[in-house]
């Protein structure tokens, strides 16, 4: 396990670092794995932070389990989701090391998967696709890199953002739901800048 974790001294504060306001993701998945009384979807964060999304799903009947590096973001979470009357279940593990053994509806993350080092993502896509149940989704959102965008201030060292259409490779087998490049403006670390990322939702067909 890191030590050092950046993110445990930005999740200190009492304010929510990333907002609580859910990636434009989530409703997209909720559109496609509707919960009903009769089925509760169990979805995986992976990178879940202080919880905006893993709260949100969990609003929304998912069943969720939210898994991140910051012990300080997983309790923010834990806090979050009791304050809305909702659970989320917490893993706490390095994404890079951990490989994921349970079966899930959806696996989700956005914002996190650019800290896998490019040399092992075939092994860890392969791992989400393995443990995705059938007719299950991914849903991923992954910062790209642009020529014309400069690096966030708060990047770190061991963030590795992919190259356009990488994220799509993985998913060549799989049906695509949805998939889009766009570039969004950001304020995560209090200095105006820009992030362009890849988004892909895609289903298990068997």
């Known amino acids: 396990m890191k030590k050092n974790n950046p993110y445990d001294q930005r999740y200190a504060s009492k304010r929510y670092y990333w907002g609580k306001k859910p990636s434009?993701?989530?409703d997209r998945v909720i559109e496609i794995i509707r919960p009903s009384s009769d089925f509760r979807p169990k979805l995986l964060d992976l990178g879940c932070g202080e919880g905006r999304n893993a709260v949100y799903f969990a609003k929304h009947d998912f069943k969720v389990v939210g898994l991140d590096l910051s012990l300080i973001g997983l309790e923010k979470t834990r806090r979050y989701a009791e304050e809305v009357g909702v659970h989320v279940e917490t893993i706490h593990a390095d994404i890079?090391?951990?490989?994921?053994?349970?079966?899930?509806?959806?696996?989700?993350?956005?914002?996190?998967?650019?800290y896998l080092p490019p040399k092992v993502r075939s092994q860890h896509f392969q791992n989400y696709k393995d443990c995705t149940s059938p007719n299950g989704i991914n849903a991923f959102?992954?910062?790209?890199?642009k020529p014309f965008i400069r690096r966030a201030p708060d990047a770190e060292e061991n963030a590795y953002p992919y190259k356009s259409g990488e994220l799509m490779s993985y998913y060549w087998d799989w049906e695509i739901l949805y998939s889009a490049e766009e570039i969004f403006d950001c304020m995560s670390s209090g200095v105006p800048h820009k992030h362009a990322v890849n988004r892909i939702i895609a289903r298990k067909v068997l």
């Open 141 to 145: 959102s992954v910062f790209v890199t």
């Open 96 to 114: 890079v090391n951990y490989q994921l053994s349970d079966s899930y509806d959806v696996i989700f993350s956005t914002g996190t998967l650019h």
């Open 24 to 26: 434009v993701m989530c």
